[in-house]
């Protein structure tokens, strides 16, 4: 069975750094493009980043662009989110997605594999 398992979330001080992990299980794994979400409490889920497996191709969401960086291992099966100069308003459960084809798509229904979370909680 494949699974996405986030890891690496907790609390940050304001200006401070965290790097998220999202490592896929699975001997049938295969992904296209995987991306970062996340999800604040009463509000809806958004797109953080997004990664082309092949091309390592990267886009951002305007609110994390120039401080948020997706990138992916070159030997495992992994995917990372480094996290710097954080903000209050980046506090959320941010959730890893992979999907089999397609490109680097910002909505979150086109993507058909997800992680269960990790909370990230910036507040000093």
């Known amino acids: 069975q494949v699974q996405l398992v986030e890891s690496g979330g907790g609390l940050a001080q304001p200006g401070g750094s965290l790097r998220l992990s999202c490592a896929a299980s699975g001997r049938t794994f295969f992904t296209n493009a995987m991306a970062w979400f996340r999800q604040a409490p009463e509000k809806e889920r958004e797109f953080v980043g997004v990664?082309?497996?092949?091309?390592?191709?990267?886009s951002y969401a305007d609110s994390v662009k120039g401080r948020f960086t997706v990138s992916r291992s070159d030997t495992e099966k992994t995917m990372y989110l480094q996290m710097d100069n954080l903000k209050p308003e980046d506090t959320a459960v941010y959730y890893c997605?992979?999907?089999?084809?397609?490109?680097?798509?910002?909505?979150?229904?086109?993507?058909?594999?997800w992680g269960q979370g990790t909370q990230v909680t910036v507040s000093s």
């Open positions: 997605a992979s999907r089999r084809s397609g490109g680097a798509s910002r909505r979150s229904g086109d993507y058909d594999l």
């Open positions: 990664i082309l497996w092949n091309s390592r191709f990267t």
